[in-house]
């Protein structure tokens, strides 16, 4: 009899986790050609346009931006588009595939590690995350990156788990894909520096550490040396510099905003690059101070089991380890934008996110030995993770339906130029993406993104609309393009054509702006 009651739990359990799986691909696939493909999904079209394996490999070390040093999804991609095409739905599905297989693995992590309770609330947390959900509909990186660290963290939970077999199996499956993290992406070797730090600082078992980290290290060796011989790999002045002048607090906030509720929870990017940023923030100071709110309360919980499990004598217990992750590979991602100068955001932090899904739950669960009397969970932790998750379906709406938080529309842009194209008109972008106006039809539109960077660097250029009418051949009407005119001097574009031609009309899209200049009559 109690059998019977037994299993028709476990079976009750794990119908809840198929029907939380089922949604967390409902989610991902929702839409997922909705929005056109952005400026960076454009990289990614650039980056795997080759028709050999060889050539993808030698591509990938020539790239002249940061994409050189994540080549494997680049490869991964090659082959993706060979078996399924390269229709938007196509080249995100890679990334929504393995989107939802890092939400299996990092359950079964939890289930390994923590329970039953503790895996379905992990579940539950990533099914409904806004931040995985926008980058599991991204042909980029990040969720092919979460996807390999996922299955790294798997195998390397044998370590947290006292009594384990096969542990010689995940010993060297762990270093496998640890080595394929770090050829996949640089940023890996930060949550990977992490995981190894707090492997000895938590268990303190220097034999074990060794039987782990050597194997890695020895197989990570070819990783290591094809980022340290990338063209100017060691060479400062070849490295990408986007820091854009915003304070490293600002970027700090951005993160931790970012992987708890997503970029769509509060003001949208485009918001907050105008002149009175400081209104649109206190315009949203409702949902603002609830996640200040939210975040405190789960904080001090957690600090509160922490403190529980020191005083049990509990030093070693996986939440101290999961603790320890998430501060070095946030101190070390910190330290990485501090010293090369890049603009730190949500998306090149994904390790962040997977120590602290495993983490969160723990400021609900009870551990043996801690009774209800003395130690229960509150009610108030316990209404912030449900609240969080609440809020994350928030973002996820926002990010679903509201156009201001849309990225940038190609899709748009480029069917309106096609509209617009007569015999006497000339489209120009002076910045954008050459491989994107391609992809939605446009071999028309001129390439002038040199004369462009000379605009953003507000370089004197007296010729500038000559530049036009000769680029143009001297055609009455231009369309001039910009992707992104937030880089450009308000107002510059249109004092630099006034010589020569008349602004007759304006017309913006998502992140793009398309000016109609008119040639003056003599």
């Known amino acids: 009899m109690m059998m019977t009651i037994k299993n028709q739990r476990w079976s009750k359990y794990y119908i809840s986790i198929l029907i939380l799986v089922f949604l967390s691909g409902l989610l991902r696939f929702f839409m997922l050609s909705n929005q056109s493909l952005w400026y960076d999904e454009g990289l990614t079209l650039t980056n795997s346009d080759v028709s050999t394996f060889q050539e993808s490999i030698s591509r990938v070390r020539n790239i002249a931006n940061s994409d050189r040093f994540q080549p494997l999804y680049f490869i991964v991609m090659f082959w993706w588009r060979q078996l399924f095409g390269e229709s938007e739905f196509a080249l995100r599905s890679l990334s929504t595939i393995l989107g939802i297989g890092s939400n299996v693995i990092l359950f079964f992590t939890a289930l390994r590690i923590y329970g039953k309770k503790h895996a379905f609330w992990t579940l539950v947390i990533l099914t409904f995350s806004s931040f995985c959900v926008n980058y599991s509909q991204e042909a980029r990186i990040y969720s092919f990156a979460m996807f390999i660290a996922s299955l790294q963290l798997y195998f390397f939970s044998k370590v947290l788990v006292k009594n384990q077999t096969h542990q ?33 600082a938590i268990y ?188 994350n379906i928030y973002s996820l709406g926002n990010y679903y339906f509201n156009g201001d938080y849309q990225r940038d529309d190609y899709r748009s842009a480029v069917q309106y130029l096609i509209k617009n194209r007569s015999s006497s008109t000339q489209s120009v972008f002076l910045f954008g993406n050459p491989r994107l106006f391609e992809y939605y039809g446009d071999s028309f539109t001129l390439d002038a993104r040199n004369l462009g960077d000379r605009l953003k660097k507000e370089v004197p250029n007296e010729n500038f609309a000559e530049e036009i009418e000769k680029l143009t051949n001297n055609k009455d ?43 003056k009559k003599n």
């Open 204 to 391: 303190r078992n220097f034999k074990q550490w060794l039987q782990w980290w050597l194997p890695a290290a020895f197989l990570s060796i070819p990783s290591v040396i094809y980022h340290l011989t990338l063209p100017g790999a060691t060479d400062p002045e070849t490295i990408p510099i986007n820091r854009l002048g915003l304070p490293i607090i600002q970027n700090i906030l951005f993160v931790l905003n970012g992987i708890l509720v997503g970029t769509t929870y509060g003001p949208s990017m485009e918001q907050l690059r105008g002149d009175d940023r400081v209104q649109v923030m206190l315009s949203y100071w409702p949902q603002l101070l609830l996640l200040l709110i939210v975040g405190t309360v789960i904080l001090l919980a957690l600090v509160r089991v922490l403190l529980i499990h020191k005083k049990k004598g509990r030093e070693q217990h996986p939440d101290y380890f999961f603790t320890s992750v998430f501060i070095i590979a946030f101190l070390l991602g910190l330290l990485l934008a501090i010293v090369a100068k890049t603009n730190w955001v949500p998306r090149h932090s994904y390790y962040l996110w997977l120590p602290l899904a495993i983490l969160l739950p723990s400021a609900l669960s009870q551990r043996p030995g801690m009774t209800s009397k003395r130690y229960g969970v509150s009610q108030l932790a316990q209404i912030a993770v449900i609240s969080l998750i609440v809020m």
């Open 477 to 519: 009407t231009v369309l001039l393009t910009i992707n992104r005119d937030y880089q450009f001097p308000k107002g510059l574009i249109e004092r630099e054509m006034s010589s020569l031609y008349k602004l007759d009309s304006q017309v913006d899209f998502a992140y793009f702006k398309i000016y109609r200049f008119v040639k």
């Open 168 to 200: 010689n199996t995940s010993k060297w499956l762990f270093s496998i894909f640890t080595a394929l993290g770090i050829f996949s992406n640089i940023t890996m070797w930060l949550f990977t520096t992490a995981l190894c730090i707090s492997h000895i």
